[in-house]
């Protein structure tokens, strides 16, 4: 029998609306709907896009105080659901250090980063670290594995790779490109994941069959709710069919048996 042992990320992100009260909903039916990561976004706005940006305002409104990073991260504990939360600055990395944030998540448009992931992978109590591929090419991918691989040291974190299109819903089955999955597996020999960005649930399962070990998605409680990716997030229904379906999926992939006999 198979155990199953996907990660299941819940990126609730900005989708508290600035409510750490919203959040903590967010995080308990999460977990109830099977997520074992509570994903946020740490940042300050004035850091991450420039006071013109038409995103500006919704991300300000959206901007949660660091403290309350730490009241959620203590939250996810007494939940016992793993805290993680993606950085937009080395200010906003350093932070989550400072508050024992054990998995941490950089996105896609990060991945050139080097200065601010080397930093992150300097971090002797994180445990894992998590990069999403939506904006990068294969010769960004080596370059930060090379130097993950090249930092010796029996503390790093471990590193995942996922695969993601940075396209918000993915608009047509042509774009999915799922057989990415195990060429990051084979380029990288790390632990491989899917952030997936479509809607419903069924691509999720198809990653797990190609090899992913994590599976990201956006989650809201409600499609209802204003602000944010609510209207095109996972709400817990669809989170717990997804999680349903890919560990049926695992469960029927099996053990690849040692010789030709069954």
């Keep these: 029998m198979v155990n199953n042992n996907i990660s299941y990320i819940a990126e609730i ?3 508290h609306n600035g409510s750490i009260d919203l959040a903590k909903k967010h995080v308990e039916l999460a977990k109830e709907s099977g997520a074992t ?10 850091s991450r896009v420039a006071t013109n940006s038409p995103i500006y305002e919704i991300l300000k409104q959206c901007e949660l105080p660091y403290e309350d990073f730490y009241k959620l991260k203590v939250f996810c504990d007494e939940l016992d659901i793993n805290f993680a939360s993606t950085p937009f600055c080395e200010q906003s990395a350093e932070f989550l250090k400072e508050i024992d944030c054990k998995l941490i998540k950089i996105a896609s448009f990060h991945l050139r980063n080097l200065k601010l992931i080397k930093k992150i992978l300097t971090f002797k109590d994180l445990e894992k670290l998590i990069i999403s591929t939506g904006v990068s090419s294969s010769i960004d991918l080596v370059k930060v594995n090379n130097l993950y691989d090249s930092i010796e040291s029996e503390k790093s974190p471990n590193l995942a790779f996922l695969h993601c299109i940075s396209e918000y819903p993915i608009s047509n089955l042509k774009n999915f490109n799922l057989s990415n999955i195990p060429f990051i597996k084979k380029l990288t020999n790390k632990q491989v994941g899917y952030s997936d960005h479509s809607i419903g649930y069924m691509a999720a399962s198809y990653a797990v069959a190609l090899g992913s070990e994590i599976i990201e998605k956006h989650f ?12 095109m997030s996972a709400n817990p229904n669809t989170f ?16 690849r048996r040692l010789n030709n006999h069954y």
């Design 240 to 255: 717990k069919k997804m999680v349903d379906k890919c560990n049926e999926v695992q469960t029927m992939m099996g053990t």
């Design 37 to 46: 990561i509570a994903k946020f976004q740490t940042y300050k706005t004035e």
């Design 220 to 231: 809201t409680i409600d499609n209802k709710i204003k602000g944010g990716d609510h209207s």
């Design 13 to 15: 992100g900005i989708n």
